[in-house]
Structure formats: structure tokens, C-alpha cells
């Protein structure tokens, strides 16, 4: 089992940054793809971004290219989104979901979750 626990969230102007981080617990978070999704109320939930165990290969939702970067750490248990120029558009509860190996742009292939954080862009 892996236990994920976003942190991050808040309240931020139109063209401000956030900064969201997901812990995971256990031993083998090197071995999973990592990726971040968003889910605006009255929405579907949507791929945001999502790297691979090494770190070697990332990807973007369209919506986000150029303004979020996603990172990580293996030696902390740790992935990161850099969201920089956010807008109103952006505003959602994002999660933290981890799969073998691999990127994915697809939640249902997705192991396990974080419970979420608020991120609300003013405008």
C-alpha cells in the first residue's frame, strides 16, 4: 500500500504560483509514475501533468504547457507542481495519484490517491 498527502493548496491571485507537494509513504516510491489531475466543481477530472519513475520522461496537459512543471525526488518521497501565471481557470481540488513505472494521461490506470488540495486562483 502507498499512502499520498498533498500539501500546497490556497488561495492566490490571477498570475500568481503555487507550489503543490505530494508525499508518499513506503519504500518503493521509486518505482512508480507519478501524476497530477484537478477536478473543478461540476467537472470531470482532468490530467494535469504526470513523470515517470526516473524522472526522465514528463507530461502535459495543453492547458498547463509552460506554466506548470512537474518534479521529483525519490530520496524525499516526493512530487512536485510548480504552477507559475495561474488563472481562474485553474481553479480545482488537485490530486496526487501513483501508477507503475510509467506516465499516464489516464486516471483510471492510476493505483493509488491523495485525498486532494484546494487551489483557488481570484481573478
Known amino acids: 500500500q502507498v499512502q499520498l498527502v498533498e500539501s500546497g493548496g490556497g488561495l492566490v491571485q490571477a498570475g500568481g504560483s503555487l507550489r503543490l507537494s505530494c508525499v508518499a509513504s513506503g519504500r518503493t516510491f521509486r518505482t512508480y509514475g507519478m501524476g497530477w489531475f484537478r477536478q473543478a466543481p461540476g467537472k470531470d477530472r482532468e490530467f494535469v501533468a504526470a513523470?515517470?519513475?526516473?524522472?526522465?520522461?514528463?507530461e502535459y496537459a495543453d492547458s498547463v504547457k509552460g506554466r506548470f512543471a512537474i518534479s521529483r525526488d525519490n530520496a524525499k518521497n516526493t512530487v512536485y507542481l510548480q504552477m507559475n501565471s495561474l488563472k481562474p481557470g485553474d481553479t480545482a481540488v488537485y490530486f496526487c495519484?501513483?501508477?507503475?513505472?510509467?506516465?499516464?494521461?489516464?486516471?483510471?490506470?492510476?493505483?493509488?490517491w491523495g485525498q486532494g488540495t484546494q487551489v483557488t486562483v481570484s481573478s
Open positions: 513523470i515517470n519513475w526516473s524522472g526522465s520522461n514528463k
Open positions: 495519484a501513483a501508477r507503475p513505472w510509467q506516465v499516464s494521461f489516464i486516471d483510471s490506470e492510476y493505483v493509488y
